[in-house]
């Protein structure tokens, strides 16, 4: 018995990936999304970033503040481009509310924890916020410094969350799950069994992506299809590209590339092209680039998304609490939508550089659309 | 022989560099607090925090002047921290009677890295960027590995470190105080500090007066890797659990030695001091506090920070005879 | 074969000994790479590995220069991220303007190398720091200049430095421009170590400053020369990067330590005084052997790093170990 103990927690730590992945397996949370994922969502029609899914609300009476407001924003960081187009359109939905909105104050940690818990600190200390949004860096870390600042403001956060409920709604789209359901569901279902699939995935260990690879791997284990490998590439285009002709150099047929993101896409299917193969089967996400590769080659593909139109809501739910309206709480759960064939076209806009998130819900924002880049 | 080596001076005055530096450092913040009327950030509570954004680089900085004091550098305490951390929480599990072992457990692990790092350098004769490159990627990548079996959380009284004060000055400052003063005594006043600056001065006339240097920089390296432990234990407290990232997120590698480096210590060993390092460390924090409050672009930032790390050597290093490399 | 004098002490070495520090490691790990894949010894795959590794080569060939005369250069990754960015920027798909913009980056380049060079050689900061600062500048302008993502678009003649591959050539099959690219770089490289007087002077300011002056050599020049040198090659290897694999913001991270680590691994020695372009150039293959190697072993990614850091120190430990055993 101890025996077997002994060899268990060496396997553990042997295949530490695998371990990782069933802290990031949670069958309950998996059903839930994948209902949310088809669920219709209430709010205005159209404006995906200010609906919510299902009917929790909650009271913000308390928190109503007449006059000109000062609005603080903590932010992890602009560590990549999808926080750079999240930044553009936090600062966008600000800019429309002008009149409401005497200052927005935006404060960069770096990618470091540890800055931005004196980050918070100081904003809340410095007396000047009348409401504070946070874009936490790592879950755990950030929890005392948001359960301080929940006690002299109301906070409002939103991507990855705090482990408390002390703010008054945490903003997230449906989730790391229903990213991986849509993905790979789509992939499941263009694949035969036994076929092969190539997970390309950013980095461990960070739970909004480790939840994306474990829907997605329950899916194919489900419908028999064979994940050869699945890779890190640190977002890096040359890295995903040597790592993808490396697996077709060693004779693996590859049938679809999943992806935990997109915006290394089109190198992996560089991949193919210079190696003279057919394109695979693949899933994306909803960046510009991959989104024209899609159509001019005609891919069988799919674009799941993590929207940044949640940086809007963000300003906007901030600006609800202080007019003393009813938002959606404690967890504010945006549309999650996925680009299909039939309405990619309507998502292209040859205007954007290549890594614009086409799901910004920025069209109709001012400074549209140089602000985010484009001509 | 011997006399010459028992109380060196530091040929550039350390203090004055570290007085410049700190004077610089507080007039920035103040000017830049009262030009934005962020006058709460004078208070107190603001300073208090303005410091408590020096401790996690100060402690590891502390470890860094000694190895560059004796002649060597060490890139390996990023990963140690991240390390230290990840251990500390999966030890500890929430459970404060866990807090001791795994502080003690936590220690060990850094000093046997530091011994590792410090013989390859001292007995192998291997160039200490390589060595501590190498260990480091070690540590980073087995943490990496097996960051799924190693979760875990402090404990909740453990985060007293990071949290606590008493008559409103934090449990962390006075941590940074107390190891600051234990360096500085320990450079300035013991035999060991004096051995560290002739080793780092001149290897060849130090062996020649019987010190045996290799056991000065095997303790050295040790000293710097109880100290990224120490900031380890510390980020611990503050985020309650660890991440394989937390040390390379915060570049405290490259930061340690930058700060120590421009508080006037030599890279190539046996001038400077803990009051540089100190004074560098507070430079760093004035610039994160000071361009929040203006509320400059992340990137534009960037651009500052690299020209301010020039700008600060150089202000001392110009007047340097010789060449350096 | 000729290389450069060792030390200004000890004798001139013959060729064999330089070379076989960083040959004997690759030849090793290609043929532990071919044992597991045989196919990567059919000479396409092993053009399309010399593709791949181009980029880590020239930046190897020019940190050599900078080690050589005893310093570091960290901010060659940084100069090929912004070589990357900004040419997407500057050229935005437009292929006329293609190679106009790339005499630009160039200018760019040597402008960042004086830089370094004069900052090391006349305000006397050490060259880590230095070359720290101005990775954290670069870096910071190229985001800034780019707004932090990926912008504009690069067209076919300038991806194809990086991504052309010639078809049906005779004896060798296949043949990527990045490798005709890469044997023009390696042999200026060369070429300025050993037909010029440079190289001399240059491992007589590594290995001792004092007497390089008192001698009569330039030693700020060839500090200043060192650092353009590597910035040049940040430069090739960032527009090989651009064309290979496309536009990011992430093109050159790490690439400098790696480059350090592929010149140690070779032979050369920090802070000066030894080694050859074929350190260079041997450590850099035999470190992209090695990932290649781990990648076909499919270890836990994370093991990867470790199983490097094991490789560097016992390298290094190794040549030591050789130096002193010869002494």
């Known amino acids: 018995m101890t025996m077997r103990t002994l060899l268990a927690t060496t396997v553990a730590l042997t295949f530490a990936g695998q371990a990782l992945a069933q802290d990031f397996n949670d069958p309950a949370e998996f059903k839930k999304q994948r209902e949310q994922l088809s669920m219709t969502p209430q709010g205005p029609e159209g404006q995906p970033w200010a609906q919510h899914l299902g009917d929790g609300m909650v009271d913000t009476a308390k928190y109503k503040k007449d006059g000109q407001v000062t609005l603080c924003f903590s932010n992890a960081g602009v560590f990549n481009p999808w926080r750079v187009v999240g930044l553009n359109n936090l600062n966008a939905e600000a800019e429309l509310h002008k009149d409401r909105l005497q200052q927005l104050i935006v404060v960069d940690a770096e990618g470091k924890d540890d800055k931005q818990i004196s980050d918070i600190e100081a904003l809340v200390s410095g007396g000047k916020c009348d409401a504070l949004i946070v874009s936490p860096n790592t879950t755990a870390a950030l929890t005392p410094a948001v359960e301080a600042a929940c006690a002299k403001l109301p906070v409002i956060v939103f991507d990855r969350g705090v482990n408390t409920s002390c703010p008054v709604t945490y903003i997230h789209p449906v989730g790391g799950y229903g990213f991986g359901i849509t993905s790979g569901e789509f992939i499941a279902s263009k694949l035969k069994k036994g076929d092969n699939v190539l997970a390309l995935r950013i980095m461990p260990g960070v739970d909004v992506l480790e939840t994306r690879y474990s829907a997605a791997k329950n899916i194919f284990d489900e419908a028999g299809i064979n994940v050869v490998g699945s890779e890190f590439t640190g977002s890096d285009r040359a890295k995903t590209k040597s790592v993808v002709e490396d697996y077709i150099n060693r004779g693996e047929k590859i049938d679809a590339v999943w992806m935990d993101a997109g915006d290394t896409a089109t190198a992996a299917l560089e991949a193919f092209e210079d190696a003279g193969l057919p394109y695979p089967v693949i899933s994306g996400e909803d960046q510009q680039d991959f989104l024209r590769k899609w159509q001019s080659e005609k891919l069988t593909a799919i674009g799941p998304s993590y929207p940044t139109y949640q940086w809007r809501t963000a300003v906007i739910a901030a600006l609800d609490v202080l007019d003393g309206k009813q938002v959606p709480g404690p967890e504010w759960v945006l549309p999650q939508p996925a680009i299909t064939e039939d309405v990619l076209a309507k998502y292209i806009d040859e205007r954007m550089p290549p890594l614009h998130y086409s799901l910004c819900g920025c069209q109709e924002l001012p400074g549209y659309p140089e602000r985010w880049g484009g001509k | 022989m011997t006399t010459n080596i028992a109380k060196p001076k530091p040929a550039i005055p350390d203090l004055p560099v570290a007085v410049l530096l700190a004077g610089l450092s507080i007039g920035f913040f103040a000017v830049v607090a009262l030009v934005t009327g962020e006058t709460a950030q004078l208070s107190g509570e603001g300073i208090a925090g303005l410091l408590q954004r020096m401790v996690a680089l100060g402690l590891v900085a502390l470890g860094q002047t000694f190895v560059i004091l004796v002649g060597s550098i060490d890139l390996s305490v990023a990963a140690l921290i991240s390390a230290v951390a990840v251990l500390a929480s999966h030890v500890m599990q929430g459970d404060p009677a866990m807090m001791l072992p795994a502080v003690l457990l936590c220690l060990g692990f850094c000093a046997v890295v530091g011994f590792v790092n410090g013989a390859l350098v001292a007995y192998g004769g291997i160039n200490p960027l390589i060595v501590t490159l190498g260990t480091g990627l070690i540590i980073q990548g087995v943490l990496a590995a097996s960051f799924g079996v190693l979760q875990g959380a402090v404990a909740r009284e453990f985060q007293v470190i990071a949290y606590g004060s008493v008559l409103g000055v934090p449990y962390s400052l006075l941590l940074l105080a107390t190891l600051s003063l234990a360096a500085g005594f320990v450079l300035d006043r013991t035999l060991f500090g004096a051995r560290i600056y002739a080793v780092g001065g001149n290897p060849d006339g130090a062996r020649l007066a019987g010190i045996r240097t290799e056991r000065v920089i095997l303790s050295a390296h040790m000293v710097a890797s109880l100290f990224a432990g120490a900031a380890g234990l510390y980020l611990a407290a503050r985020l309650q659990s660890g991440t394989p990232w937390i040390g390379r997120d915060g570049i405290y590698d490259l930061e340690s030695i930058a700060v120590t480096v421009i508080g006037g210590t030599i890279l190539a060993g046996g001038k400077g001091g803990v009051a540089g390092t100190l004074a560098g460390v507070l430079l760093f924090a004035t610039l994160d506090a000071g361009f929040n409050m203006l509320g400059i672009d992340a990137f534009l930032k960037q651009v500052l920070r690299g020209a301010i790390v020039i700008a600060a050597v150089a202000v001392h290093a110009v007047r340097t005879k010789g060449h350096v490399a | ?327």
């Not at chain 3, 720091?129 to 678009?153: H, K, P």
């Open chain 3, 1 to 327: 074969m000729m290389t450069v004098p060792q030390t200004s002490a000890s004798l001139r070495r013959p060729a064999r000994i330089a070379i076989n520090a960083g040959l004997v490691i690759f030849i090793a790990l290609y043929a532990a790479i071919g044992f597991l894949q045989p196919n990567y010894l059919e000479p396409g795959l092993f053009m399309n590995f010399l593709r791949r590794a181009a980029p880590l080569v020239i930046l190897a060939c020019g940190q050599l220069y900078v080690i050589l005369t005893g310093g570091f250069d960290l901010s060659m990754g940084a100069v090929a991220t912004l070589v990357v960015l900004a040419a997407s920027i500057l050229i935005n798909g437009d292929p006329d303007t293609t190679w106009a913009v790339i005499g630009a980056l160039y200018v760019m380049g040597v402008s960042i190398g004086l830089v370094n060079g004069f900052v090391v050689a006349f305000l006397k900061v050490p060259s880590i720091i230095t070359t720290l600062g101005t990775m954290l500048l670069v870096n910071g302008l190229a985001l800034a200049w780019s707004g932090g993502a990926a912008r504009g678009d690069l067209p076919d003649n300038f991806r194809n430095l990086g991504r052309l591959v010639w078809r049906d050539v005779s004896v060798i099959g296949t043949l990527p421009l990045a490798a005709v690219v890469l044997a023009g770089f390696v042999a200026l490289a060369w070429f300025g170590l050993n037909g010029t007087v440079y190289g001399k002077r240059a491992l007589a300011v590594g290995d001792n400053p004092r007497a390089a002056e008192l001698a009569g050599t330039p030693v700020a020049a060839t500090r200043i020369l060192a650092f353009v040198v590597s910035a040049v090659s940040a430069v090739t290897a960032g527009i090989l990067l651009g064309g290979f694999s496309g536009v990011s913001v992430n093109a050159g991270e790490g690439l400098e330590l790696q480059a350090i680590a592929a010149c140690v691994i070779g032979g050369a020695q920090l802070l000066g005084g030894r080694g050859s372009v074929w350190s260079a150039v041997f450590g850099a293959l035999s470190l992209f052997a090695l990932f290649t190697l781990l990648n076909l072993l499919g270890l836990p990614q994370a093991l990867r790093d470790s199983i490097q850091g094991v490789i560097l120190i016992a390298a290094v430990g190794a040549s030591m170990w050789r130096t002193r055993r010869r002494n």
